[in-house]
């Protein structure tokens, strides 16, 4: 079964005279056809700078991706990934060395303060106070997760004694000399009255039991 449809005729009419009118407007104004021919302009200028940037995305993307490619290359054809491994534990067991040394905690502690009393005294200061505190290194920083790393703790000496200029350079260069790290965080000197000086050493510990 066929179904047809047809406009009234007098849509029709009405049609055909807007249609009429349309054109004999715009033939007869120059400045309609100036306005549609802008239209049409900035229209193809718009749609010309869509394409322009999905062509510049896609090219970015591409070069992205060969850049990728030529790493990703480069690596695979690489061959001296033992030696480097066997590089890498090597440092990794000089490293290990500098650690400061001690049985326990307590006597790694003690062992530290010795040390500190002894570059002083031996110069005659009599030290007025070590302070020391321990806590793991993972807590400043958080990215550690080896397990050999996380038992690596941090040993802080809060050290106060008169100020004496040879002692104190006998102290930084003993830091500077030892086998362990020894590190300075902060040195303050305090004049007047009561001259001293205040700082703060740091070595690193970590129990003999931790070590993988």
Known sequence: MNIT??????LIDVFEQTRERVETEFASNTRL?????????????????VLWNNVSDVRGQLRQKQEQLSRLESQTS?????????????????????LWPGQTPGL?????????RNQLENEGVEVR?????RSPVQEDRSEVSRPS???IQRIRAKVVAPLNEAAL?????SAAENPSWVLVEQLIVRGGRNERFEIDLTVFYRPPGGRS
């Open 5 to 10: 449809a047809s406009l009234p005729k007098a």
């Open 33 to 49: 056809r100036w306005l549609a021919l802008s239209g049409a302009l900035v229209l193809y200028l718009g749609l010309v700078l």
């Open 78 to 98: 690489e061959t001296s990934w033992p030696e480097r491994s066997a590089a890498a534990q090597s440092m990794a067991a000089g490293l290990e060395q500098k």
């Open 108 to 116: 790694a502690e003690a062992g530290f303060e010795q040390w500190i």
């Open 129 to 133: 106070q070590v302070q020391l505190t």
């Open 149 to 151: 790393l996380q038992q």
């Open 169 to 173: 350079v006998r102290l930084l260069s």
